[in-house]
């Protein structure tokens, strides 16, 4: 069973930048593709980047384009979402998992909260 762990949140000022980290178990990393999912209190969990396996294509949300950039060690097992010029409407839980489809369990996720 995949086992995924989120780190790096916390509470940053609005224009300022977090890295958010997943270590993913196993040694399936590397052939799945993977994405950061966030879910604001009240809203549906939505997908906003993407990495294909080689690391080399990503995709992001029109909401965070231009300012999130995905990327992956696949020697760490490890995705990574750095953020810059948050918002107040970026606070969620931010969650990795597998793209398209993800992996039946979902780590904890890790809390972002964007205010002055």
């Known amino acids: 069973q995949v086992q995924l762990v989120e780190s790096g949140g916390g509470l940053v000022q609005p224009g300022g930048s977090l890295r958010l980290s997943c270590a993913v178990s196993?040694?399936?990393?590397?052939?799945?593709?993977m994405g950061w999912y966030r879910q604001a209190p009240g809203k549906e969990r939505e997908l906003v980047a993407t990495?294909?396996?080689?690391?080399?294509?990503?995709n992001y949300a029109a909401s965070v384009k231009g300012r999130f950039t995905i990327s992956r060690d696949n020697a760490k097992n490890t995705v990574y979402l750095h953020m810059d010029s948050l918002k107040p409407e970026d606070t969620a839980l931010y969650y990795c998992n597998g793209v398209p489809t993800p992996f039946a369990s979902w780590g904890q996720g890790t809390q972002v909260t964007v205010s002055s």
């Open positions: 196993g040694r399936i990393f590397r052939f799945y593709d």
């Open positions: 990495i294909i396996t080689s690391g080399v294509s990503t």
